[in-house]
């Protein structure tokens, strides 16, 4: 069925056994059906930024707490630097397994991908549908999974009310530590967290202040962790 679409181009001897094989000219299958799926991402996207959008009025700008839920570019950063959330105090030996290492070897594996699912049409031709299926399951598993944890990670992040504070309207002091934080985290803080606030992870020790733990539970929760 396939093959009806695709043309045999024979070039001499510029292809070598098995070659020469068919496949979609550059012109015009391979520019249309790339362009049609080029113009379909644009228009998922043109939609998703006129569908959400980021409240600019200075007069009027959003909630510090506003924003949670809404799709964001962040929700990729918190997916990496979950590990920071979670692997604090006694746990916090186990970060360069997932912040250096896993990473390290995802790089790794994917500069091995050409030598490791090389394509060798015998074997692809023996292989079985239930096998094929299984294959196809397998990866759908794991992509479905990636997107899973990129969107996990971010969805509680109020994003949208980062403008609330983050203008040049604050004063010189926007963006610095109060300077009754010792106190803050020591007896308000505290108090929150013991009253059922977002209290994912630790709380983190002394000097912990705006390290990556504190920079994801400022995005989680902004109106207790500043």
């Known amino acids: 069925m ?3 679409n695709r043309e045999l181009i024979f070039e001499g001897d510029k ?9 979609h000219p550059f012109w015009p299958k391979h520019v249309i059906m ?3 799926l080029v113009v379909v991402i644009l228009c998922v996207l043109l939609y998703l930024a006129y569908t959400y959008r980021m409240p600019m009025d200075v007069n009027m700008p959003p909630l510090p707490d506003e924003g949670a839920g809404i799709p964001a570019p962040d929700w990729y950063l918190f997916f990496l630097f979950q590990p920071f959330w979670y ?3 006694d746990y916090a ?5 997932f912040t250096f290492w896993l990473p390290f070897a995802a790089v790794i594996f994917l500069f091995l991908v050409p030598v ?3 394509r060798r049409t015998e074997i692809r031709q023996k292989m079985k549908t239930s096998t094929k299926l299984m294959s196809a399951a397998v990866i759908g598993l794991v992509w479905f999974a990636s997107i899973w944890g990129v969107v996990g990670s971010g969805y509680p992040a109020k994003t949208q009310g980062c403008l609330s504070c983050h203008n040049k309207y604050m004063g010189v ?3 610095l530590p109060p300077a009754n934080i010792g106190e803050y985290y020591r007896t308000s803080r505290q108090r929150q967290v013991n009253l059922g606030g977002y209290n994912i992870g630790g709380q983190g020790g002394p000097g912990s202040y705006k390290d990556a733990n504190w920079q ?3 995005f989680y929760e902004p109106t207790l962790t500043w």
């Not at 030996?93 to 397994?97: E, G, M």
């Open 15 to 23: 292809y070598d056994p098995p070659y020469p094989q068919s496949f």
């Open 93 to 97: 030996k186990w970060l360069p397994v």
């Open 216 to 218: 994801l539970r400022h």
């Open 2 to 4: 396939a093959k009806k």
């Open 87 to 89: 692997l604090i105090d």
């Open 34 to 36: 790339a362009g049609t």
């Open 173 to 175: 002091r926007q963006a």
């Open 116 to 118: 490791i699912f090389r």
